[in-house]
């Protein structure tokens, strides 16, 4: 008998890694359909600017872990800015981010997002998805990257669109501002806010 | 023609070895001075030709500029298929060689496109994608106006294309006929991409930088045929490390 219980509890021992780590990509799939479904339903129902950008904005920093997404972004300039710098840096990034992707992704409201499979390695987990459009125009594939949390749970890091991964297009456009102006912050703060109010007009 | 092909291909590579031993700089722009400069070139000649085009080129009807997508998307078949070839890419050789077939025929000439409601989707290979998979370095980002982003492979890659083009080879194809499909091509793809290109301007810090990384990231994108492969993502642990920062 204790023979049976012990090969038993070695199977289910063997069994743990694999059953968990399926239950972690079907938690990162689930929390990719929800996110989807969020935006798409403040596409469709938010009809002013003010609004869309309001609820994104919200979205955002309830899925998104916008910390390290914006140290992300200014890389290796990143370790060299003081905190007050850093903490406006995030927020000015957060509404850039806001103000680019709520009109970039305006025309997507009336679609739906099929999630595909998902892959799992240390803290990252990567979601497939396609959007399948329903004018005839071709379905474009998006993967989600998200990151698990010290709590366990999920946030998003960055979005792949046709192959181009968002936040690492946004810390290449960084760079370059900061190394044409000498690594001054200050430069970099100024084109976001300039940029954060053309948007705005 | 031949030996003057051979010879930009090899000066190419070997500019790209050299690029490709110790001296990469930040997004492998060590040019950058004068690939901004003409890139500041291709705004003006977009803002003053190749829009005004594009944007006279919408008022043609969506079926037949979709018919001429599928044209020449059907006249470049013959090199995606020689390149999955040589990348021995089995399935995606005879998904082409099929498309192809049924394109041409069915298809008229590849005005339609018939394989795509069969479940054969299109995709895209060149002589650049091939080397890289070969291993053949990059070397430099080069901007060239008219062309657009590129580097010395996959530049080199583009003109060895068109020895597997069939169209080559045809005795009324020349020069003319060569620049005007090209033509076509370019302002097909600038007409469906006004909005999207329009808004990526408006929205960048800095425009310039944005057009290399997004040309650089598809352009590994279309190596990897698109697949995603979790293992390529940047160590981003570090960060994480900062949170007492």
Same mark, same amino acid.
Request: glycine letters at 8%; aromatic letters at 10%.
């Given at each position: 008998?204790?023979?049976?219980?012990?090969?038993?509890?070695?199977?289910?021992?063997?069994?743990?890694?694999?059953?968990?780590?399926?239950?972690?990509?079907?938690?990162?799939?689930?929390?990719?359909?929800?996110?989807?479904?969020?935006?798409?339903?403040?596409?469709?129902?938010?009809?002013?600017?003010?609004?869309?950008?309001?609820?994104?904005?919200?979205?955002?920093?309830?899925?998104?872990?916008?910390? !390290?997404?914006?140290?992300?972004?200014?890389?290796?300039?990143? !370790?060299?800015?003081?905190?007050?710098?850093?903490?406006?840096?995030?927020?000015?990034?957060?509404?850039?981010?806001?103000?680019?992707?709520?009109?970039?992704?305006?025309?997507?409201?009336?679609?739906?997002?099929?999630?595909?499979?998902?892959?799992?390695?240390?803290?990252?987990?990567?979601?497939?998805?396609?959007?399948?459009?329903?004018?005839?125009?071709?379905?474009?594939?998006?993967?989600?990257?998200?990151?698990?949390?010290?709590?366990?749970?999920?946030?998003?890091?960055?979005?792949?669109?046709?192959?181009?991964?968002?936040?690492?297009?946004?810390?290449?456009?960084?760079?370059?501002?900061?190394?044409?102006?000498?690594?001054?912050?200050?430069?970099?703060?100024?084109?976001?806010?300039?940029?954060?109010?053309?948007?705005?007009? | 023609?031949?030996?003057?092909?051979?010879?930009?291909?090899?000066?190419?590579?070997?500019?790209?070895?050299?690029?490709?031993?110790?001296?990469?700089?930040?997004?492998?722009?060590?040019?950058?001075?004068?690939?901004?400069?003409?890139?500041?070139?291709?705004?003006?000649? /977009?803002?003053?030709?190749?829009?005004?085009?594009?944007?006279?080129?919408?008022?043609?009807?969506?079926?037949?500029?979709?018919?001429?997508?599928? *044209?020449?998307?059907?006249?470049?078949?013959?090199?995606?298929?020689?390149?999955?070839?040589?990348?021995? =890419?089995?399935?995606?050789?005879?998904?082409?060689?099929?498309?192809?077939?049924?394109?041409?025929?069915?298809?008229?000439?590849?005005? *339609?496109?018939?394989?795509?409601?069969? #479940?054969? =989707?299109?995709? /895209?290979?060149?002589?650049?994608?091939?080397?890289?998979?070969?291993?053949?370095? =990059? #070397?430099?980002?080069?901007?060239?106006?008219? $062309?657009?982003?590129?580097?010395?492979?996959? *530049?080199?890659?583009?003109?060895?294309?068109?020895?597997?083009?069939?169209?080559? $080879?045809? /005795?009324?194809?020349?020069?003319? =006929?060569?620049?005007?499909?090209?033509?076509?091509?370019?302002?097909? *793809?600038?007409?469906?991409?006004?909005?999207?290109?329009?808004?990526?301007?408006?929205?960048?810090?800095?425009?310039?930088?944005?057009?290399?990384?997004?040309?650089?990231?598809?352009?590994?994108?279309?190596?990897?045929?698109?697949?995603?492969?979790?293992?390529?993502?940047?160590?981003?642990?570090?960060?994480? /490390?900062?949170?007492?920062?």
């Amino acid at each position: 008998m204790r023979a049976i219980i012990t090969a038993f509890a070695l199977w289910a021992f063997m069994l743990t890694p694999a059953a968990a780590q399926e239950a972690d990509l079907a938690k990162a799939q689930a929390f990719v359909t929800a996110l989807a479904d969020d935006a798409i339903e403040i596409l469709s129902t938010e009809t002013t600017r003010a609004g869309r950008e309001e609820k994104f904005g919200q979205l955002l920093n309830e899925r998104a872990n916008m910390r !390290r997404i914006a140290r992300f972004t200014l890389g290796q300039f990143g !370790r060299k800015i003081s905190k007050d710098d850093l903490a406006t840096f995030e927020q000015l990034l957060g509404k850039f981010i806001v103000k680019v992707y709520a009109n970039r992704l305006g025309e997507y409201s009336d679609e739906k997002v099929m999630v595909g499979k998902a892959q799992a390695k240390k803290k990252n987990v990567i979601v497939g998805s396609r959007i399948a459009f329903t004018n005839g125009r071709d379905p474009i594939d998006i993967d989600w990257w998200l990151r698990v949390e010290k709590d366990a749970s999920l946030t998003l890091f960055d979005v792949r669109v046709l192959g181009v991964w968002m936040a690492q297009e946004q810390r290449d456009a960084f760079a370059s501002v900061l190394k044409n102006n000498k690594g001054d912050i200050n430069a970099l703060l100024d084109h976001l806010r300039k940029q954060i109010n053309t948007e705005a007009g | 023609m031949f030996q003057k092909s051979l010879l930009i291909i090899v000066a190419a590579i070997s500019l790209s070895a050299c690029a490709g031993n110790g001296t990469k700089s930040l997004n492998n722009d060590p040019f950058e001075r004068s690939n901004r400069f003409m890139f500041r070139v291709n705004v003006q000649l /977009d803002n003053y030709i190749l829009k005004p085009v594009a944007k006279g080129y919408l008022y043609v009807p969506s079926p037949v500029r979709r018919s001429v997508r599928n *044209f020449l998307d059907n006249l470049a078949s013959p090199v995606t298929l020689v390149n999955d070839i040589l990348q021995l =890419e089995g399935k995606r050789a005879s998904t082409t060689a099929l498309r192809l077939g049924i394109n041409t025929t069915v298809g008229i000439f590849g005005l *339609f496109d018939p394989a795509k409601r069969l #479940g054969l =989707e299109k995709h /895209d290979e060149d002589f650049g994608q091939t080397m890289a998979t070969w291993g053949v370095p =990059e #070397g430099p980002y080069l901007f060239t106006p008219i $062309y657009g982003p590129s580097s010395p492979r996959e *530049f080199s890659g583009w003109i060895v294309g068109w020895g597997f083009d069939p169209m080559t $080879y045809q /005795d009324d194809w020349g020069l003319e =006929e060569a620049i005007g499909r090209y033509a076509i091509d370019g302002i097909g *793809f600038r007409a469906d991409n006004i909005s999207v290109l329009d808004e990526i301007e408006r929205s960048s810090v800095d425009f310039y930088a944005t057009v290399r990384s997004l040309y650089q990231q598809n352009r590994a994108s279309e190596i990897a045929n698109g697949v995603t492969n979790i293992d390529d993502l940047p160590d981003i642990d570090a960060l994480d /490390d900062l949170d007492d920062f």
